[in-house]
């Protein structure tokens, strides 16, 4: 199979009709735009807070198109208006839906490229469109841009000579408050549209005279690289829908947009009773397509938004009444760009490499033989990180919630247990989780190792306070031998080193009650509850955990520790197996009157995480810490007891994610009995997090089927027609949990990562005749390929497409390295 073909094997493709489609635009910790399956731009949530559903009124493009001895014609790049239509007083003007529009459209995905399809009947010209926000591992500050490019392609399939002109409109929002979704966008200040040409760019700067100290200080541009360019800074500001009128019959008529309009803005103040003042902005860019002919007409959208809360209130807050944040705090973009004028500027100076590096990512990620299910679910984990969130704030520090809300965070701090189970930062920008792990040693821990579990001293002056979470303790120590094997970075190492030590102790002195290295305390865990007795979920942490941190010692020379470490997991891990191994899987051990006084546990029940340390050690070359026929025989009995090709017949009154006729992975079961009157919080839910987890321990255990059972019953429920493939809910919008999707290609193309030692491997588990994957950690990415030739020999190439692997020893030198 041919490259083109293999990548072509591993899109997907959308349509009009997939009405639940978002494909997000915007870069990492900068909100974003996105586009729907009609090839309409909505959510737009780029003020540094989510805004999901939220339309801006008058922005949209448009096509002008005449044939030779014909009369020109003009429709909305967009294709016609589906689904329930329930509004009272019929849709408001912004949304301009009695205009004619395309028939219909597809759009095909090569992350981070969408790319679009419109037809029209009787009208002899194919549109294709690309739009995309630069998206390059390893670069968080080109992968971290607040804009992106339209870039239309038009296609003359008559025999005639066709003018076509494409026009931009966008509504300056800048000093944005809110919109009522109907006719009422309310902003403070005057709003001001400048035109400019610079550096083969035409287009309008678009912002506010409020002071820039403030929230919704900002600005934004709309842009064309064409050169046949007209422009209208303003519309009409007569009262009713008069610049709409007004724009449609100007640009309808000849596709040139004349600038000549009356300005009334002076007369028309915000207020109760008055018409607000519309700062609508349009540009046009005209050609002239010979029959048979191509061209291109590209546009860019930047915002430069730069101030920020920290933990903005989140749902918990609202519901709460909690005091919001005031600290103000300034966007790492804003430091790298100082208006929006500047991101542009940038970002078409800099076009070509930005665009050969981003499909490059591309064709690397596209062109593996990993199916094209995993793909897509690596590339939804993506989107998380270029979602609200992500964020940095100006001296580059990474923050991340756990999701998010329609307009509001969902549960704030960088949540260590929930990060535990994210890889996708990770393995394309280490920096930034590196990034993560100073805050919660060197900020979030105190000189006892009690760790908070959410970050907040940094961004709100005081840090959470609660007691720790043990799940994500473990974890972090996990996740800090990932960083290091990742990178290479002994400097971080030694840097966050004393504090790991001491939540170590910390984690054993606190829920060891006796001593034996098995942990038997109260367990603050991901759940939101404590559990009580012995759980296998925060012991298999622990063992992990004991494992990795005898590594870092003795590489740091500290053997007496190495040691003590060792001996620690290997006693605690036989206990822990003998005391919870019912001969399928670990139930939870807990007295009777533990049971009667505490609510919230899972007893005799097959828990879908109960060894998530195992599966992460995995991932991070620590192979086995409990007895591998056990590992094998546990993940059997998970997907055995929790994995239902539909839900249709289970009972939850716990909050749904996925629909009867739909499949999915439930976080417990019990199918011996014994559930608890009250069992533990979210046990009858489907997470994808958890999901995917699981389908990566299948993987490394060979049970390949039953792993992409899962992925296939993901795929499904996020297939674009309930839910948008980009977006993988569990406590709010692109939750974070689902970046566990990225184990599975650690899984499947068997990598391993020793940077310290200059090593890195491959073992795909998969057909090793024919096989192709990107890879990625602290040094470089590109892709790994293998192919059985005729004589049984097999031929290994890795091939770094950005950064070197100079130095770097791969499969023990048995690999070829193409430059």
């Known amino acids: 199979m041919t490259i083109l073909s293999q990548i072509k094997k591993n899109t997907k493709t959308y349509t009009d009709e997939h009405q639940a489609f978002r494909g997000l635009l915007g870069g990492i910790g900068t909100g974003n735009i996105s586009l729907d399956g009609a090839g309409r731009m909505c959510d737009f949530e780029i003020m540094n807070q989510p805004n999901k559903n939220q ?62 399809k419109f037809k029209k009947d009787g009208l002899p010209l194919a549109v294709e469109l690309e739009a995309y926000t630069p998206f390059i591992p390893l670069n968080s500050k080109d992968s971290g841009m ?34 009522d979704g109907n006719e009422k966008l309310s902003v403070d200040g005057i709003r001001f549209n400048k035109g400019f040409e ?31 360019v007209s422009m209208k800074p303003y519309w009409d500001d007569g009262v009713w829908w008069d610049g709409a009128e ?27 009773n008055e018409q607000f003042a519309r700062s609508v902005a349009s540009l046009s860019a005209m050609e002239t397509i010979a029959p048979g002919e191509t061209k291109e007409y590209t546009f860019y959208i930047s915002w430069h938004f730069p101030n920020r809360l920290g933990w903005w209130p989140d749902g918990w807050a609202v519901a709460t009444s909690a005091k919001p944040p005031t600290k103000v705090l300034q966007n790492f973009y804003s430091v790298q760009w100082k208006d929006a004028k500047d991101v542009l500027m940038y970002f078409h100076n800099n076009r070509e490499r930005l665009h050969q590096d981003s499909s490059s990512f591309a064709s690397a990620l596209y062109g593996s033989t990993i199916g094209a299910d995993v793909v897509e679910s690596l590339v939804s984990s993506i989107t998380v990180l270029r979602s609200n969130t992500c964020f ?15 307009t509001e965070g969902s549960c704030k701090g960088t949540c260590t247990h929930v990060w535990n189970y994210a890889q996708t930062m990770a393995f394309l920008f280490p920096e930034l989780e590196i990034s993560a792990r100073r805050i919660e040693y060197l900020h979030e821990t ?31 120590i996990l996740r800090t031998y990932r960083e290091w094997k990742l990178t290479g970075d002994d400097d971080f190492l030694k840097e966050v080193w004393n504090k790991l030590c001491l939540t170590l102790e910390y984690a054993l002195k606190t829920w060891d009650l006796d001593g034996d290295f098995v942990l038997d305390a109260r367990q603050h865990n991901t759940y939101d509850i404590e559990f009580y007795g012995v759980s296998s979920l925060t012991n298999v942490l622990l063992y992990a ?25 290997k006693i605690g891990s036989a206990k822990m197996d003998k005391e919870l191994w019912n001969g399928e899987y670990y139930k939870q051990s807990i007295t009777p009157e533990l049971l009667a006084e505490h609510r919230y546990q899972y007893g005799d029940g097959c828990l879908a995480d109960q060894i998530l340390g195992q599966g992460l050690g995995q991932i991070y070359g620590l192979g086995y810490v409990l007895p591998q026929e056990h590992v094998k025989k546990i993940n059997r009995s998970i997907y055995r007891y929790n994995y239902r090709e539909d839900m249709d017949g289970h009972e939850s009154v716990q909050r749904g994610f996925a629909y009867p006729d739909e499949g999915g992975l439930t976080l417990c079961s019990w199918p011996h009995g014994g559930r608890p009157a009250q069992p533990f919080v979210y046990s009858d839910e489907v997470w994808t997090g958890i999901e995917y987890q699981m389908a990566t321990q299948l993987i490394y255990q060979g049970d390949i089927d039953e792993a992409m059972n899962i992925v296939k019953s993901i795929r499904h429920r996020y297939n674009g027609e309930r839910r948008s493939p980009y977006n993988e809910i569990e406590c709010g919008n692109h939750y974070a949990r689902s970046m566990a999707a990225w184990g599975m290609l650690v899984a499947i193309s068997g990598y391993t990562f020793d940077l310290p030692n200059d090593k890195i491997g491959f073992n795909p588990v998969v057909s090793a005749d024919d096989f192709k994957c990107f890879y990625s950690n602290g040094k470089s990415w590109g892709t790994y390929e293998q192919e059985k030739q005729a004589d049984g020999t097999l031929i290994r190439k890795i091939k770094p497409l950005y950064g070197s692997l100079d130095g770097i020893k791969v499969n023990d030198g048995e690999c070829e390295i193409i430059e």
Not at 545 to 569: C, I, P, S, T, V
Request: hydrophobic share 35%; net charge negative; glycine share 10%.
């Open 55 to 116: 339309k801006i009124p008058s922005t949209f493009f448009a096509m002008w198109s005449q044939f030779e001895g014909e009369d020109g014609k003009a429709v909305i790049l967009e294709a016609k208006p589906r689904g329930i239509s329930n509004k009272a007083l019929g849709h408001p003007s912004g949304e301009l839906l009695g205009l004619p529009r395309m028939d219909d459209s597809s759009v095909e995905t090569k992350y981070p490229f969408y790319l679009y």
């Open 146 to 179: 607040p804009t992106f490019s339209m870039k239309y392609t038009v296609t003359n399939q008559s025999d005639k000579v066709a003018k076509v002109a494409i026009s931009e409109t966008f509504y300056n929002f800048t000093g944005y408050k809110e919109y």
């Open 198 to 228: 610079e550096d083969g760019l035409t287009g309008i700067l678009l912002g506010t005279d409020v002071s820039k100290e403030a929230l919704n200080y900002g600005t934004m541009t709309i842009a064309t690289a064409n050169t046949n």
């Open 246 to 272: 007004e724009f449609w019959r100007d640009f309808s008529s000849d596709g040139i947009l004349n600038p000549d309009i009356d300005k009334n803005r002076s007369k028309l103040l915000v207020g109760d």
């Open 392 to 406: 940095r704030i100006a001296d580059g520090k990474f923050f991340g919630w756990e999701g998010c809300g329609d």
């Open 446 to 476: 105190n000189d006892e190792g009690k760790m908070n579990f959410r970050t907040q001293s940094l961004l709100d002056d005081k840090p959470w306070d609660m007691f720790p979470a043990a799940d994500g303790q473990l974890g972090c």
């Open 545 to 569: 955990a004991l494992k990795a941190a005898a590594q870092m010692a003795r590489y740091l020379g500290e053997e007496d520790k190495a040691k003590a470490w060792e001996e620690g997991a």
